[in-house]
Each structure stands twice: as C-alpha cells, then as structure tokens.
C-alpha cells in the first residue's frame, strides 16, 4: 500500500511541474478582440488575461501588446492569431502561436538558469526561437537579436542571425539570409527586395538567336 501512495505522490508531483499559462494584454489600440471558443468576440482591455485556444483578432490602424511571462508579442495592424500552447516548466516556458493572418513582432529575453521557447506558426513556415528578438508575417522573417529557425511545411531550414532578412519562395524555398537595416522594420525591407527583384527582371536582355544557316556544321550543348 505504501509503495502505491508514493507513486500516487509522484506522480501528483510531475502533473504540478507542467502547468498552464496564461498571457494577458499589456497595450491595447484601437479595435482589438479575442474569442474563447465558441464564444463571442470580446473587446480586449489592458490588463485581460487569455490563455491556450483564444483567438486574437486586430482591426485596421489597431495593434496590441501581449505579454508571455518576461516576453512580448507586438501584435499588428489586420492579424489574426491563435495561442495554441503556453506551457510553463520547471526549467522555463515554451509558446506557440499560430498565425493566421497578419504579422507579430517578438521580444523574446533569455531568462537565467531557464529556457524560453517560441514558436510562431504560419501556414507558410515556423519561426522558432530561443531568447531572441523578431519579426514574422508568416512569409517574411527580419531577426533583431539572436537567432531565428526558419523551417518550411516540407522541412526545409535556415538560421537567420541579428541584423538578417530571410524569406519562404515559391515552392517553400527559404531564401538565404541577407545583412539588411533591422532598424527600417520589416515593410520596408520586403519592399526593397520586391524592388530590388525587380529591377533585376528589368534589366535582363533577352538574345534572340540568328537564323539557322544551312551548313552541315551541328553544335552540341553540354550541361
């Protein structure tokens, strides 16, 4: 009997050592809601706290501030987000977001002695990072601080180190990463790129090849 009440106390122990969380919001602007849920949409306030399930929805020219334990989450202007998982541990906390629509920026500060695991999910690609700073709009990654796991649906993955741009082509390629001005903010980083694409595209002269002559000379192609 004895041994059955202390593998009843352990275990009691290791249920109590994963326990939820919950994330509450710190700013609100504009038209910000959240849902539970089935239930209505309910307007968001400073100081209301939300947990794994709730979906966040920010209206146009509206942002909000979500805080995660020591880390913040920028939500943006048109984002649709849901917090799938916030788990805290015994040696730290791990969130997932998934994001629907929109774009988020994260704050993520190492915590001593603990890990702290961030994962932002898109349809496109995952984001995942250990004490780092970021922003992602589910296509689109621009790294502050730290390093940034850009990890595609079919499994293709880059690293993307402070002060670094990286993108999911067509075909769920992520684009190397390159040196760009993190202080710019990442609209006008992918506008410089599409820019820059296409002034490429504009400059590509196309060779029309001279008529075939009538020799008895064949030229071969080797690749």
């Known amino acids: 009997m004895r041994?059955?009440?202390?593998?009843?106390?352990?275990?009691?122990?290791?249920?109590?050592?994963?326990?939820?969380?919950?994330?509450?919001?710190?700013?609100?602007?504009?038209?910000?809601?959240?849902?539970?849920?089935?239930?209505?949409?309910?307007?968001?306030?400073?100081?209301?706290?939300?947990?794994?399930?709730?979906?966040?929805?920010?209206?146009?020219?509206?942002?909000?501030?979500?805080?995660?334990?020591?880390?913040?989450?920028?939500?943006?202007?048109?984002?649709?987000?849901?917090?799938?998982?916030?788990?805290?541990?015994?040696?730290?906390?791990?969130?997932?977001?998934?994001?629907?629509?929109?774009?988020?920026?994260?704050?993520?500060?190492?915590?001593?002695?603990?890990?702290?695991?961030?994962?932002v999910k898109s349809p496109t690609a995952t984001a995942s990072v250990r004490g780092t700073g970021f922003e992602f709009d589910g296509v689109n990654l621009i790294v502050e601080h730290g390093t940034v796991q850009l990890m595609t649906a079919t499994g293709q993955t880059r690293m993307v180190g402070a002060g670094e741009f990286s993108y999911v082509a067509r075909g769920g390629v992520v684009a190397p990463p390159s040196a760009v001005v993190v202080a710019s903010g990442l609209d006008s980083v992918v506008e410089l790129v599409v820019q820059s694409v296409a002034e490429s595209l504009s400059t590509v002269t196309v060779v029309t090849p001279p008529p075939v002559q009538q020799t008895s000379v064949v030229t071969i192609g080797i690749q």
């Not at 989450?73 to 040696?91: A, F, H, Q």
């Open 3 to 119: 041994k059955i009440i202390v593998i009843a106390m352990f275990a009691g122990v290791s249920l109590l050592s994963v326990m939820a969380q919950e994330a509450s919001f710190s700013e609100v602007n504009g038209k910000v809601e959240y849902q539970t849920g089935s239930d209505t949409w309910k307007p968001a306030r400073p100081g209301d706290k939300v947990g794994k399930g709730v979906v966040i929805s920010t209206g146009f020219k509206s942002t909000a501030v979500l805080m995660i334990g020591k880390s913040s989450i920028s939500i943006k202007p048109l984002t649709r987000m849901t917090l799938e998982d916030i788990v805290k541990t015994e040696g730290g906390t791990q969130s997932q977001l998934f994001l629907l629509a929109g774009r988020v920026k994260a704050d993520i500060p190492p915590q001593p002695g603990q890990t702290t695991e961030f994962k």
